[in-house]
């Protein structure tokens, strides 16, 4: 069982920034985050092998979200640029994917509980 532990979510106004950071309690083949609003599904945002550090990303989120790792620490980061308010969610952090596809939450086997981002305009 990996416990994964997020930190980092806040409220800023658009066009801000905010960095997400998720620690595993052991190794994961990929981490991800999500997000999730209410009445809503949850969404793939930006997914990462750790392995192999090949990132991939939700459109939403392209050329504004940056994911990396720190492997020795199990550690992922989230790096939210030019944030608007449709951003506004919980996110979630996910890891141990046994499915092909990054950004399917049916894929991950871990979750964290969740940090909220809220962006004004």
């Known amino acids: 069982q990996v416990q994964l532990v997020e930190s980092g979510g806040d409220s800023v106004e658009a066009g801000g920034s905010l960095r997400l950071s998720c620690t595993a309690s052991g190794y994961t083949n990929s981490m991800a985050w999500f997000r999730q609003v209410p009445g809503k599904e949850r969404e793939g945002v930006a997914a990462i092998r750790t392995d192999s550090g090949s990132p991939f990303y939700a459109a939403s989120v392209q050329g504004r979200f940056t994911i990396s790792e720190v492997n020795a620490r199990n550690t992922v980061f989230l790096q939210m640029t030019r944030l608007k308010p449709e951003d506004t969610a919980v996110y979630y952090c996910?890891?141990?994917?046994?499915?092909?596809?990054?950004?399917?939450?049916?894929?991950?086997?871990?979750w964290g509980r969740g940090t909220q981002v809220t962006v004004s305009s």
């Open positions: 996910a890891a141990g994917l046994h499915g092909e596809r990054m950004l399917d939450s049916k894929g991950y086997n871990y």
